[in-house]
């Protein structure tokens, strides 16, 4: 669910960004570039990497993982930039399911 919510956010922002530059595009120059719109390829694979292994456990059983990282903070905050799965596994163990 807040994956859901950072999402959104992130794209009202992006809406108002661009929606911002339009109105000073007279007067400025364009400095924006076809790049600064993509995403590097092994970024991305790495980032489907992780979908896909996320796609072995059901929602319930990756919010209970979730939960018992979310008291340590140094969990949680691995489980925000490497993803749950290592970051339970690096301070608590195999996963018990």
Request: proline share 4%; net charge negative; hydrophobic share 40%.
């Amino acid at each position: 669910m807040r994956n859901l919510t950072l999402a959104v956010l992130c794209a009202v922002i992006a809406i108002c960004l661009c929606h911002g530059d339009s109105d000073n595009s007279v007067s400025a120059p364009d400095s924006h570039s076809s790049e600064d719109f993509f995403v590097k390829r092994d970024t991305a694979s790495s980032f489907v990497k992780r979908l896909k292994r996320n796609a072995n456990y059901s929602p319930q059983q990756l919010e209970s993982l979730r939960e018992v990282c979310e008291v340590n903070l140094a969990c949680e905050h691995m489980a925000e930039t490497a993803g749950i799965l290592a970051a339970y596994q690096q301070y608590y163990g195999p996963i018990p399911f």
